[in-house]
């Protein structure tokens, strides 16, 4: 399948630091990209989105990056919080063979060290 | 906010059964749901799209006989994993769209052990 990352990256941060989460993709006919955070044994949560025709986003406490030419998106987390602490999987979504889908990355594990 | 359910949260069953996994929209009706599959340590792969009415479509890979998908009514999507083994053992996660809607709803997921 698409996007099945092996073991998931990690990324460590002290408390009240920021944390910028990256991540590549490959459909350049995305519509939307967007960032999900994934606590243990529980769905996906929806944190921010961004549409192609865009390349900054803000949110509470988050930003998303998008660099179309590189195809690169980014999530920074301002001040991280012990409660930050998750998974994170960026997706993107437009239309697939088979229609309009949300594909998945790979992911990234974010520890908060108090 | 839009609400998506799963039943069970988690289910064990043994080597040869099938189980059936029910997703939720409790407050809209959803037009299109997927059903997403994730193995411990690894992202969420898409299974298949369901449309209310009509055939699942399975992506490429994804065995549609193993895992049947009903979509009855604009609020319930079914997953049946028949004769289930070891394997398919996963944490199996619905999403429910709203035609208009940018968002994806995610419901919480079902935990699946098979013995």
């Known amino acids: 399948g698409e996007n099945v990352g092996l073991h998931l990256p990690t990324l460590s941060v002290q408390e009240g630091d920021n944390s910028i989460i990256n991540c590549a993709y490959s459909n350049s006919a995305s519509d939307y990209f967007i960032w999900y955070k994934q606590e243990s044994g529980k769905g996906p949560q929806f944190i921010i989105d961004i549409r192609s025709n865009m390349d900054k986003r803000q949110g509470q406490r988050v930003t998303v990056l998008l660099n179309k030419t590189v195809k690169h998106l980014s999530l920074q987390i301002a001040a991280t919080q012990p409660g930050d602490s998750a998974v994170y999987f960026c997706a993107e979504k437009g239309a697939r063979a088979g229609g309009f889908k949300t594909i998945f990355g790979a992911g990234t594990r974010l520890f908060v060290k108090a | 906010g839009a609400v998506v359910s799963q039943h069970p949260s988690w289910v064990i069953c043994k080597s040869g059964t099938s189980v059936k996994i029910e997703c939720r929209s409790l407050d809209f009706q959803a037009t299109t749901m997927f059903w997403y599959r994730q193995f411990p340590k690894q992202s969420l792969m898409l299974m298949a799209t369901?449309?209310?009415?009509?055939?699942?479509?399975?992506e490429q890979g994804v065995e549609k006989d193993k895992f049947l998908i009903n979509h009855a009514s604009l609020t319930l999507s079914t997953l049946t994993v028949t004769s289930a083994h070891p394997e398919d053992s996963s944490f199996y996660i619905c999403?429910?769209?709203?035609?208009?809607?940018?968002?994806?709803?995610f419901g919480p997921g079902t935990r699946l052990t098979v013995t």
């Open positions: 369901s449309n209310e009415g009509s055939k699942a479509t399975y």
């Open positions: 999403s429910a769209y709203l035609a208009g809607d940018s968002e994806q709803y």
